[in-house]
């Protein structure tokens, strides 16, 4: 936790963790001074990741391919190691029942068997031929997801500098007026999830 002096320094990763559980907390109703300075925090923070954020944009356009049907798009498919083996394994199979089909069309014996084989075959020539050119399709983006993965995260680890005051645990306290006196719990009590997430930004206090 950090000392109750200003600035303070965390990683955006930090702060990329932080910013979710802060924007839920100023929706509970503490004191006014509270929610101003949590609210100012906030802002402190959305600024700080302004860049980081332009540069995960940027990141996306570098690496990324246009979302078919939807002008302007671009997006970076997430594809894992498991996908890309079972769309292989896919393709193999669609291909196996294209070849199957080519052989009964080419040992059919009336017009009308031929005829039927044929649809058969060329629609199952045509989903394995799409399927095997998907495969070099899912690698490109695998190849890119990972390097965009890996390329954010270097970036979560750089050092940000703000210029506030970290959280004391007495301003996550609610007013008692809104304490359950049968149940003793605040109706707007933070979670242990985002005190956990908010751990960065807390104080140290004795």
């Known amino acids: 936790m950090k000392s109750a002096t200003m600035p ?17 907390l100023i929706q509970l109703k503490f004191s006014i001074t509270t929610s101003y300075k949590l609210a100012r925090r906030l ?7 302004m860049t980081f954020d332009a540069k995960r944009t940027e990141l996306v356009k570098e690496l990324g391919t246009p979302v078919e049907g939807s002008p302007g798009k671009i997006q970076i498919r997430q594809v894992t190691p498991d996908s890309l083996r079972k769309a292989k394994e896919e393709a193999i199979k669609k291909r196996e029942s ?7 069309y080419q040992t059919s014996g009336s017009d009308t068997e031929a005829a039927t084989a044929k649809a058969a075959m060329d629609v199952l020539v045509k989903l394995a031929d799409q399927a095997e050119a998907e495969i070099p399709v899912l690698e490109a983006s695998m190849k890119a997801w990972n390097e965009f993965t ?11 500098v703000l210029n506030m005051d970290p959280i004391k645990l007495t301003e996550l306290q609610p007013p008692e007026n809104t304490i359950c006196k049968t149940c003793g719990q605040s109706p707007n009590q933070i979670s242990v999830d985002d005190v956990m997430l908010l751990y960065p930004l807390l104080a140290d206090e004795a």
């Open 98 to 104: 294209a070849n199957s089909a080519t052989k009964l």
């Open 8 to 24: 303070i320094t965390l990683k955006l990763g930090e702060l990329v963790n932080a910013k979710p559980a802060l924007e839920r």
């Open 150 to 160: 890996t390329r954010t995260n270097e970036m979560m680890m750089i050092d940000e």
């Open 43 to 49: 802002r402190v923070i959305n600024e700080a990741l």
